[in-house]
Each structure stands twice: as C-alpha cells, then as structure tokens.
C-alpha cells in the first residue's frame, strides 16, 4: 500500500467493551496498525438508568451516587485495559472517559464520532451484554455519519481483510456504503459484488455498475446475483459471504422511521444480532 492509500483512514475510534475480551478493541488495534491510522480508545460510563414507575417516588441520593462511581470505575477499568491491549501491539494510542447522560440522543458520544474517518464497534454479546450497545450503534451510524466497522464478539481478533464481499442493491446508501469502504478494500485480494434477487430490483441493476466504479479505482472484481432467502436479506448476505470465503462484508445502513431517531431497517438489525463476520456500514 502507497502512503497515499494509507493517508485515506487516518484517524479510528474504537468503543471499549466495558467487559468481557473486548475484541473489538484488539480488532480495531490490528487494523489501526495495518493502515498507520491514529486510534483513540473511547469507554462509556452510563448515567443510572432507573426504571419509569420509580419517578413516583424520590431515587435515594446514595444510589445514584453509588451507580455513578461505579459507571465511572468501570469506564476507567475498560480504558485501561484498552491501552494495555495496544500496549502489548507497540501502537501509540490516545484513551477518553465520556459521560453517557440519560436523554441526551448520545450527543457527547456523537460529538467524539464526527471528526473521525472510522468508528469499530463490538456487536453485543448476549451472554455479556453492553449497556445501550444497539442503540449506541445506531446513533452513530445515522447521526454522526460516520462509516462503522461492526465486529463479531465471537469473531477473529484481527483483521483479515483478504476477500471482501460489497452488497449492491442500486441505492444512494449502498453507495455511499461502497465509497466509504474504499481505503479498506485497498487492501483486499478479491473482491466480490453481491445482489440479492428478491423481485423488487430494477431489471436493469446487474451490479456491472458497481463493478466498472471499482474496476476503475484498480479491482478485480466478480459479480453474484443471489436469490433471497426466506430468513431475509441479512441472512442471505451472512450466509452468502460465508459460503464463498468472504472475510468481510460492505453494505448500506438503513433505517426507515422519520419519527423516531432509532429505528433501524430490519436488514440491519438483523446483521447486528446474526453477524458472524466484520461488517462495514454507512448510512
């Protein structure tokens, strides 16, 4: 890879797991390795979250205290252990402690997000679930707008990024999706163009566009049409990329809902709960 090529990503963030491996953190100190990008190390402490009918009555002040000291200790823990992980790679990072407020819509987390090329997020865990990891996830995908590279939590603890797998279904999302995985897919050694056949698509939308756009940007690339399985397109794309050796997958971020902020498609909530593989996302 040329200098120019690396200079494309040169700035990650990455959300700490309060707990468990943490294997986003090592993933994304991997690839922030790989492309010389500075990585900054970003652990939560959530405001207490109380139950609504609790309101009715006065919240003791020595719980809340009590919860906040221990949201903070654990945001502390989990920066620390995210610099001994990039300790241990000989990578230089830098490591932030932010407040998640109750009801503020995520806006000091997305005011860390804006100004970075990539944000890595671990999928939750269901036997070791983060707080608010779902919809944590979805504000920065829709609201900071920032390209989000989702890793697996049983998934490799590296990078591989030799066969990636681009879903393309003609849209601006997908699109933007396909741009924004560009820098990454620099470092692919194959790469394949998927479009689900699910009998809504264009007659005309064979993926050739897709393909000639990266063609011209120096790829090999191969395209697939595939037919849409009962359990959805999500599925269908998982199981696709699997099936042929797919190492990641780059596909769009929907969300359909003008009246609330956090509702996302079903073909992206469905990849954030069945994903196996690391996913990149942009809306």
């Not at 109750?102 to 100004?115: A, R, S």
């Not at 603890?157 to 997908?174: I, M, R, Y």
Request: aromatic share 6%.
């Amino acid at each position: 890879m040329t200098t120019s090529q690396k200079s494309l990503i040169r700035d990650m963030l990455v959300v700490v797991d309060l707990a468990g491996q943490r294997n986003s953190a090592r993933f994304a100190v991997d690839l922030a390795t790989r492309v010389g990008s500075h990585l900054t190390g970003l652990a939560l402490a959530y405001d207490p979250i109380t139950p609504a009918y609790s309101m009715a009555a006065p919240i003791p002040t020595d719980f809340m205290v009590s919860a906040r000291e221990q949201a903070m200790t654990e945001a502390k823990e989990a920066a620390e252990a995210f610099e001994a992980i990039a300790g241990t790679a000989g990578l230089p990072v830098e490591t932030r402690v932010s407040d998640v407020m109750v009801g503020d819509g995520f806006g000091g987390i997305i005011d860390h997000c804006k100004l970075t090329d990539l944000v890595v997020i671990g999928q939750d865990n269901p036997d070791q679930r983060e707080p608010l990891r779902e919809v944590l996830t979805e504000a920065v995908m829709f609201q900071a707008s920032v390209p989000t590279l989702l890793v697996p939590h049983a998934g490799p603890s590296e990078f591989k990024p030799d066969h990636a797998v681009v879903a393309w279904n003609g849209g601006s999302t997908a699109a933007r999706a396909m741009r924004a995985a560009l820098p990454l897919l620099q470092l692919a050694k194959q790469v394949t163009v998927v479009v689900v056949e699910d009998g809504k698509r264009r007659a005309d939308m064979t993926g050739a566009d897709a393909a000639t756009y990266l063609a011209r940007h120096g790829f090999d690339v191969t395209v697939r049409t595939i037919v849409r399985k009962p359990s959805g397109i999500g599925q269908t794309l998982i199981g696709f990329t699997q099936e042929i050796g797919g190492d990641w997958l780059v596909m769009g971020a929907y969300g359909h809902s003008r009246i609330r902020e956090f509702i996302l498609g079903g073909t992206t909530a469905s990849i954030l709960k069945s994903m196996t593989i690391p996913v990149l996302m942009a809306h």
